[in-house]
């Protein structure tokens, strides 16, 4: 998030997840995938950047030991597959994809750290889609906040949030440098 | 330009300034449309019109050696009318008209013409410039004695360099014969070919082709030995850089005939104005370096340069609007003149006397003309200029039908209120 | 940080910063060329029209490639100079494009300046392809990416430019770019291939191959223009190719890992032998991969904001 509302957080944030509760939720999810996938054979995940990398690194260290096994990790930015590069003002940063594996026949677990109105969901199966045919795409989350605009819905859900359409919801992450958290920010 | 004014017309209270002969308030009295007397506290008769001109200068018209009416042939840039229009504005009395119009002014037929529409619709006095060569092609030279007749006052080919020495020298010799100044516009058309702007810093990091102050000086150097060896009078069109300025400096003082001019633009901009590839920031010559701006100064300062000159060259916007390359060189400039000289006696290189004198008498000297002087007895060729006024310089404002200056949008001080030739009011602001 | 420009007319214009963002945003476009599937729905339904005054057909694929792989679309008008000069004007012509609802115009132009123009009429992203010996941003800025791959930083590499210099965009792109990067930058050339005050931009002058060679980190050589009308800048090409052409051994003056870059198309055995232009130290279809993905990020980066 932009330097600039750091401010605003003070003022009007209020946190709904601390450190501990984000540990249990990834998890819990772990051991759904496990559950889902009978085990983590041809299960390989792919985080959306940016969040979602990092929630993807410590999925596969939490299934890795669960399981003795390691799965492979990817880093996937959508930025080229938004529907809304025509409205912004300024081009966002571009990061790189990094999926230093085949999807092709895999089960994808694409992870986000909030699941909001769906758009951001579709263009990373989009975007994932250019880099194969996976067997099947599944979609972890640590939050889902409401107000889909697509016909979207997660396979692995953190938190259910129930939050005002106006409101931001943030994921502060330790990999960015701020601990633990996910506050929801009130205009 | 017809009328011979019946009444008399009193300009009163003015700062009356004709360098060398007054500079003083006092009153001029207009009568029959020549210069009747000048004085303090001159008697208002009651057949006489009073102007009170108090707080502003009265001074000669000006006059322009060098001037592009476009007409015949090119009216969609100017024409006479609207050419001497922009001239009256400005203050110009007097103005020299070059040759390059089409057909090309090197006969007795085209100089009436110009004369005859100058008569008609003319607003100033308008001399025209024969060619030097037929069709100005340096190969040919026209025939001086019909174009002395016809009214010419000197003889050039514009913008076409002689490049023929030989020819060069034939027409310096015969012109002499009929007393006939020759104006080259120097340039070495092999050292400048393809050039576009001045060879310098700007010209390297714009990548335009440049044209080098070689090429200028390398053309004045010739001219000068030529005029020395011949005799004859010869005047150097729009001076650019420092090493012309030198070599007439010297060439004067060893005693050649020689009269020069240098323009508005080429005291006041350097190549730094052509940044962002500013077609109206185009001219042959070029926009020169600061050390050549610098030297240009000093020429006007030390007497080197005799006449400001405007090399006003008309262009329609759309040929403006060209790739820098194929845009047409050339600025208008009657209109911005007196402004732009005036700057440099805020910048106190000049004294007001030395501008006024580089705008009258100094040309009027350079081509023989009766002009540029307040002298009892001679034509009321008179410009009244507010010396405090500021304004902005708004080129859909001009009575040129030319657009293309570079100095649109510039805050100048001193602005010409009234304009009289022959007596008679052919502007007021 | 963001390019806040609508259009790209030449690196004189670009800050330090501006530079760095193309550069990193070519990395995830360079990774994109890499994939099976190299395209992205980046710029669907937009146009692209490169509007070529000269022939150059590797500018102008490179272009077209990097515009289908953001999805647009891509029109290819070539127009010839001698008609424009005389009847429609540069900006008639584009102005007519723009009609077609064009986003983007990719200029090719002999002129010096020439973008400049359409870019303050047009409504259009305007990006210079190449204006007379003016610039030409895109190559500088693979040139720059090329580098940065395999010298990693600018500050204190020393690179000589080689060649006609007065004549050469891509000469002034990369000297603006380089020298605003602190890169130490030599130009080496015959002195009718010199123009004047080069030196104020900030580069080091010689007449002398061999010795601006010396301690050469980056060696850049210009392609020579044969066909150049006028009075010819050397006497012959024989001669040239002997003082100025870059042989093996003049190679090993330089430093021992030193990069051979060539805009291209290269005349071999002209400016440069054919065992330097295949060795290892030769990077020039290095060169031309980056130039697709360079292309793909200036059409991104100005898409924005119009």
């Known amino acids: 998030m932009p330097a600039g509302s750091l401010m605003e957080v003070k003022k009007v944030g209020r946190t709904v997840m601390e450190a501990q509760e984000i540990a249990r939720a990834i998890s819990r999810v772990a051991h759904e995938i496990i559950e889902h996938n009978h085990g983590i054979e041809g299960v390989a995940l792919v985080g959306i950047r940016t969040g979602g990398v990092y929630l993807a690194n410590r999925l596969a260290v939490k299934l890795g030991e669960i399981e003795g096994a390691s799965v492979p990790v990817g880093a996937l930015d959508i930025t080229l597959y938004r529907d809304d590069l025509d409205a912004r003002k300024e081009q966002p940063t571009l990061r790189r994809t990094e999926i230093p594996f085949d999807i092709t026949d895999r089960k994808v677990i694409l992870v986000d750290d909030v699941l909001f109105t769906g758009r951001t969901t579709r263009a990373a199966m989009d975007g994932l889609i250019d880099f194969g045919r996976p067997s099947e795409i599944q979609l972890a989350v640590l939050v889902d906040r409401g107000h889909r605009q697509l016909p979207i819905k997660a396979t692995y859900v953190g938190k259910n949030l129930p939050t005002a359409i106006g409101e931001t919801v943030e994921v502060y992450l330790e990999e960015m440098g701020r601990p633990d958290g996910v506050v929801i920010l009130t205009p | 330009m017809s009328t011979t004014a019946a009444q008399s017309l009193l300009i009163r209270h003015g700062l009356v300034i004709d360098p060398g002969r007054i500079n003083e308030q006092a009153d001029l009295l207009i009568r029959d449309g020549k210069i009747a007397a000048v004085g303090k506290d ?21 006059v ?38 089409l057909p090309v002014n090197d006969s007795k037929s085209i100089t009436e013409f110009i004369l005859d529409r100058a008569k008609s619709e003319g607003l100033v006095r308008v001399y025209p410039i024969g060619a030097i060569t037929k069709r100005s092609e340096g190969k040919e030279l026209s025939e001086y004695a019909e174009l002395k007749d016809a009214g010419c006052v000197a003889v050039s080919d514009d913008g076409k360099p002689v490049m023929h020495g030989m020819v060069m020298r034939r027409a310096l010799e015969y012109a002499r014969t009929f007393d006939l100044p020759v104006v080259d516009h120097c340039e070495c058309l092999h050292l400048s070919e393809g050039g576009v702007a001045h060879e310098g810093l700007v010209a390297t990091e714009l990548g335009l082709h440049g044209m080098p102050s070689a090429a200028e ?103 403006k609007q060209r790739e820098f390359e194929f845009a ?43 002009r540029g002087t307040l002298a009892v007895g001679s034509d009321a060729d008179i410009a009244v200029v507010d010396p405090v006024a500021q304004w902005v310089v708004d080129p859909e404002q001009f009575k040129s039908k030319g657009r293309n200056t570079p100095f649109g949008g510039w805050k100048l001080k001193g602005r010409v209120v009234k304009t009289f030739v022959g007596g008679k009011m052919v502007y007021q602001v | 940080m963001s390019l806040k420009r609508k259009d790209l007319l030449g690196m ?49 694929t490179s272009f077209e490639l990097a515009a289908k792989r953001l999805s647009a679309d891509v029109i290819n008008f070539a127009a010839s100079t001698s008609s424009v000069v005389k009847g429609e004007t540069l900006l008639d012509t584009a102005s007519n494009i723009e009609a077609m609802q064009a986003d983007f115009i990719v200029l090719r132009h002999p002129s010096p300046g020439a973008p400049g123009i359409l870019a303050r009429s047009l409504r259009a992203s ?28 600018f500050k204190g590499l020393c690179l000589v430019i080689v060649g006609d210099i007065a004549h050469s965009r891509v000469a002034r792109s990369n000297i603006s770019a380089l020298v605003k990067l ?71 003056l330089a430093e021992r890992d030193v990069l051979v870059m060539h805009p291209g198309p290269i005349n071999r055995g002209v400016e440069i032998s054919p065992e330097v232009a295949d060795s290892g130290a030769s990077v020039i279809l290095d060169q031309v991969t980056n130039g697709v993905a360079i292309r793909m990020a200036v059409l991104y980066l100005l898409s924005a904001g119009r």
């Open chain 3, 12 to 60: 004189a214009d670009l800050s330090v910063e501006e530079i760095q963002l193309i550069l990193q945003t070519a990395d995830s476009f360079k990774e994109v060329s890499g994939r099976d599937i190299k395209k992205v729905p980046t710029l669907r339904g937009k146009t692209v029209v490169n509007l070529f005054f000269e022939p150059s057909t590797r500018t102008r």
């Open chain 2, 64 to 101: 322009d050696l060098h001037v592009h009416l476009r007409e015949p042939g090119f009216e969609y840039q100017e024409t006479i009318q609207t050419g001497t229009a922009a001239a009256a504005a400005g203050g110009f009395t007097s103005i020299c008209c070059m040759p390059n119009t």
């Open chain 3, 182 to 252: 602190g890169a130490e930058v030599r130009v080496a050339g015959p002195p009718t291939m010199m123009p004047r005050h080069i030196e104020e931009l900030g580069v080091r002058v010689f007449f002398n191959l061999d010795e601006a060679l010396k301690g050469a980190d980056v060696i850049m050589m210009l392609r020579l223009q044969i066909e150049r009308q006028g009075i010819a800048l050397f006497p012959s090409i024989r001669e040239y190719s002997r003082i100025y052409g870059l042989t093996p051994e003049r190679l090993r």
């Open chain 2, 42 to 62: 001159l008697p208002a008769t009651q057949r006489v019109d009073v102007l009170d001109a108090t707080g502003l200068w009265v001074l000669p018209g000006f």
């Open chain 2, 217 to 319: 000086d390398v053309m004045v150097a010739r001219n000068l030995e030529l005029a020395e060896l011949t005799g004859s009078k010869l005047h150097l069109a729009h001076l650019s850089t420092a090493g012309s300025t030198r070599m007439v400096r010297e060439a004067k003082t060893r005693g050649v005939s020689v009269t020069a001019e240098a323009c508005p633009h080429h005291f006041m901009l350097t190549e730094e104005a052509v940044r962002e590839f500013n077609t109206n920031a185009k001219m042959n010559p070029p926009l020169r370096a600061r050390r050549d701006v610098e030297a240009i100064r000093a020429a006007l300062k030390d007497g080197t340069i005799d006449a400001i000159a405007t090399d006003h060259a008309p262009h329609a916007v759309y040929e």
């Open chain 2, 328 to 370: 047409p060189f050339g600025i208008v400039g009657l209109e911005t003149a007196l402004g732009l000289s005036l700057s440099l006696v805020e910048e106190g290189i000049l004294t007001v006397e030395e501008v006024i004198r580089l705008l009258t008498s100094g040309p009027a000297k350079a081509f023989g003309l009766p």
């Open chain 3, 126 to 153: 305007v990006v210079n392809a190449g204006d007379g010996s003016h610039e030409h941003p895109t190559q500088a800025l693979l040139d720059l990416f090329t580098l940065r791959e395999k010298k990693r930083e």
